[in-house]
């Protein structure tokens, strides 16, 4: 058997009930904190785990599928169990090879942006800005913006870096630079949320340039669409 | 002090530890349960909880606040703790009288979609079908699908009625046949994901035609946009 566990957006205390109690009965657990990173302590709820990394999740999951036929196994995965596609290949390979599984799901940043007073319904596709240059989540951010959708863009994590608000901030102005269609600027109005679920979150909205010194991590940044006024006083009491 | 506490998707087994940490030393406990079902019984968690109608949500806020500035107040919420604006509210009310406050999130049909095996990137716009005529859903479906995105559909919840799915379909076709953008037909492979979270749980990706007679509760559909091959093979493996 294997289970598929989220373990929420920071720490050991946002794991749901029922998936700390499968993660005990397991004779194995495994922790994945590549995608994404997680700070909890599984040994304070009485859980011992094993780091997986990534190269393990590509390349071993055959030997993760081959243990679940013979013993319960679970897979803690940060934030909610299913947002990375790496995930969802566990669980095909587990279906291909009979090996019964079940999902359990916790928090995420995709419902948690609900905290910035945005309507979650009116969100459209979400980016991630990566160190490399590309135009992709710009071109995002003009598909959104044609059907009045907020972004949410995800900042790169790399196994030696996490990028910044503020790095996250310029790479946007950039691009704007670069392909110039105008869709945002230095007083464009964005929120930044970092550290969602964490007692250090920062949570603000403001103009990009009065953000441009803000280097925290573990961020994301939204450009919103045109505003609700429910939205709008929510935001102008952050 | 006042805490808004998500309670996952389906049960007490979804409530994250924190949240059960906090609920358990708050002196007044309410359970919100007009905006969405939930099938909890806080009682096997050593939880004593009164039910929260939404006439008090929006006529007695007030009063919850007055309660937070004298005593622990806990709200629990099903799904995520901010999806609807109602709770927003909340949370600005408790800003402007000073109340100190804490949101901690749980699971949500909005990052639960992950395991339809469609990436959650790639969401549009959320539309809710209601039993009232209105093109409202049909106009996002439209949107999203200019931008290649998927478009989840949640379905109508009133106090004496649950729609099906079939209803769900059923009303899709006919927004189709009044506005005839061609955006869907029978022959449209749509997702079903009903009772996320519960081991009831109905997952399905077929044709419309092929779906009408499902008559199950608290589901979504899911319109899908454009498909990655992962997104296919995983969606065929259903």
């Known amino acids: 058997m294997l289970y598929l566990i989220g373990a929420g957006l920071w720490d050991e ?5 029922k998936g700390i109690e499968a993660a005990k009965k397991c004779q194995k657990v495994y922790i994945e904190r590549y995608t994404s990173l997680w700070n909890g302590n599984l ?6 785990a ?7 999740m590509e390349e071993n999951v055959q030997n993760v599928i081959k243990e679940a036929k013979e013993m319960d196994v679970a897979i803690l995965v940060p934030g909610d169990a299913l947002i990375a596609t790496t995930h969802s290949t566990v669980i095909l390979e587990a279906k291909k090879a009979g090996v019964k599984f079940e999902i359990i799901h916790a928090s995420s940043i995709f419902s948690a942006i609900g905290e910035t007073g945005l309507q979650i319904y009116k969100f459209g596709k979400t980016a991630t800005i990566p160190y490399a240059e590309t ?3 710009y071109k ?3 598909q959104n913006l044609t059907i009045d959708a907020h972004t949410l863009f995800l900042l790169d994590i790399t196994p ?3 990028m910044t608000c503020s790095e996250g901030l310029k790479k946007l102005l950039e691009m704007e630079a670069k392909f110039g269609k105008r869709l945002l600027s230095k007083d464009t109005k964005v929120v930044v949320f970092c550290r969602a679920g964490s ?8 103009k990009i340039s009065n953000l441009l010194d803000l280097d925290c991590t573990l961020c994301t940044i939204i450009i919103p669409g045109p505003l609700h006024f429910a939205e709008k006083e929510y935001l102008e009491s952050l």
């Open 135 to 137: 135009e992709a989540p």
């Open 43 to 48: 040994g304070k709820i009485g859980i011992k």
């Open 199 to 206: 007692p250090e979150k920062v949570l603000k909205y403001d």
């Open 140 to 142: 995002i951010l003009e």
């Open 160 to 162: 030696d870096r996490l």
């Open 13 to 17: 205390g946002d794991i749901p009930l």
């Open 50 to 56: 094993e780091d997986f990394k990534r190269c393990d």
